[in-house]
Each structure stands twice: as structure tokens, then as C-alpha cells.
């Protein structure tokens, strides 16, 4: 009776941190915070509102974490979920550092916590909810919507740049192997662990694909962060949804 009393106080206490994430309102001065009005979430979801006092509507920038592939670390609410990395860090810092007023979401896969790959293209509806909402509701520019992911939330970008071309105006793919068949511009790169990919982006380039690519032979997965200079973040958010850049000329 204990175990199951318990048992019950745990669950209570995730589904409150969920809802905490999920459908808090937005704070003044706060760092991570939702706007004003209801919105509706089918995943867990970090919200940065960045710049919010700039005029007119914000690019709107998604960020698909990776897996942790550590059982113990396989928790939901896990710190490697929520919290920052080396790469979206780099991003959101621009976005503030050059005075954008920009919505970042980081949703959470329902299967972080599982021990196998994170499958963002199995959450792909969800996510599109998500931007629908954003996008309906006036906040966002649907021109200026933009997502990046690193490992399985490398392989979720490239995913999404298929599927969505419609919606997003580009990607960053980074420690990934696998690249696709994408009219969309994605800038790609993979480290010593994943290996040297040219062979494979000259094929999808053939096939039509719009892909930067660069092999960081000197990183491990992960270190391909690096890459997120200022004047390739400069470069990623000048595209929009109707006039994109033709990365086979490079940038």
C-alpha cells in the first residue's frame, strides 16, 4: 500500500511539472516563459520569448533535441531535454545578440525517455499544431519559421525538410548521417563520429536536394556546434518561405 502511495505521488508530481511547462503564462523579466492566450500542447514544450518588446511579429526558430541514449538518464523532464546546448545556445544567443524578436519552442519527443532513437518524425503532427497555433494567432511570421537539431534531432530537421517544406523557410542538421531528398535549404554537417557524408549529399543533390555541406572531421558528435558561426546564422535567417537561398553555391 505504501509502494502504490508512492507510486502515485511521483506521477502526480511529473504530470504537475508537465502542466508547469505546458500552461504557464507569460512573466515579466522571465527567461522562458509563454505568451499571453491559451495555446494547446501535445508535447511538453520550452517556451523563450526573445525580445518581445520589438514591433511586429517574430520569426518563430524550433529546436529538436537529440537522444540521451542512457537509461538513467531517460527522464522527461531531464535537464538534457530542457536545457540549453552547445548549439541551440549558440542560436538563441544570436537571435538576442542582434536584437530579433523571435519565439523559440523546444518541444519534447514522447520518446526522450526511451532507451532507442528519438523520432521526431513520429511527433511531426504535433509539432505542426504548435506552429499552426503561433501562426493563427498573428504572432509569428509564417515567412520566417525556421528549425535546428542536433543527432536524432539532426535526423528529425532533415525529416521535417521533407515533409514540410511548406512550412519552414530552412534547416540546420548537425552530427547526422543521413541526408534527403529536400528542395528546402539545409545546412548540414557531421563530425568524425558520424563520418565524411559527401558521398551521400552529392547523390541527394542530384535528386534535387538544396543542402550546404560540411565534414568536421576534427569534432565528435555534438562538437559540429561550432559551426554555428555568426555568419552562417546570419545567412540561415535571411531566408524566407518564398525566396531561399541556392546553397549549391555556398554562402
Known amino acids: 500500500m505504501k509502494h502504490i502511495s508512492s507510486l502515485i505521488t511521483t506521477l502526480m508530481a511529473a504530470l504537475t511539472a508537465v502542466v508547469a511547462i505546458t500552461g504557464c ?5 522571465a527567461a522562458v516563459a509563454m505568451p499571453e492566450g491559451e495555446f494547446t500542447y501535445n508535447l511538453p514544450c520550452r517556451v ?5 518588446e520589438q514591433p511586429g ?6 529546436w529538436l533535441h537529440g537522444g540521451v541514449h542512457d537509461r538513467s538518464k531517460h527522464n522527461l523532464m531531464d535537464k538534457n531535454h ?4 552547445a548549439a541551440d545556445d549558440s542560436i538563441v544567443n544570436y537571435l538576442q545578440r542582434h536584437g530579433m524578436k523571435a519565439i523559440a519552442l523546444f518541444p519534447i519527443c514522447h520518446k526522450a525517455w526511451l532507451p532507442d532513437c528519438v523520432t521526431w518524425k513520429d511527433c511531426a503532427t504535433e509539432v505542426r499544431k504548435m506552429i499552426d497555433d ?3 494567432k498573428g504572432l509569428v511570421d509564417p515567412e520566417r519559421i525556421y528549425v535546428a537539431g ?3 534531432g539532426g535526423t528529425g530537421a532533415w525529416d521535417y525538410a521533407t515533409d514540410m517544406s511548406d512550412v519552414f523557410a530552412a534547416a540546420i542538421s548537425m552530427s547526422c548521417e543521413e541526408p534527403r531528398v529536400s528542395s528546402m535549404p539545409v545546412y548540414f554537417f557531421s563530425t568524425a563520429s558520424e563520418g565524411d557524408c559527401t558521398a551521400l549529399v552529392e547523390t541527394v543533390k542530384q535528386q534535387g536536394s538544396n543542402v550546404y555541406y560540411k565534414y568536421c ?14 555568419a552562417l546564422l546570419k545567412h540561415f535567417f535571411s531566408n524566407t518561405l518564398h525566396n531561399r537561398h541556392n546553397l549549391l553555391q555556398g554562402f
Do not use: W
Not at 511579429?57 to 524550433?62: E, I, P, Q
Open 134 to 136: 503561433y501562426v493563427s
Open 217 to 230: 572531421p576534427q569534432y565528435r558528435h555534438g562538437g559540429d556546434a561550432a559551426e554555428c558561426t555568426e
Open 25 to 29: 503564462k507569460m512573466q515579466q523579466g
Open 82 to 85: 530542457l536545457d540549453l546546448c
Open 150 to 152: 542536433s543527432s536524432d
Open 57 to 62: 511579429k517574430a520569426v518563430l526558430f524550433l
Open 48 to 52: 523563450m520569448n526573445i525580445h518581445p
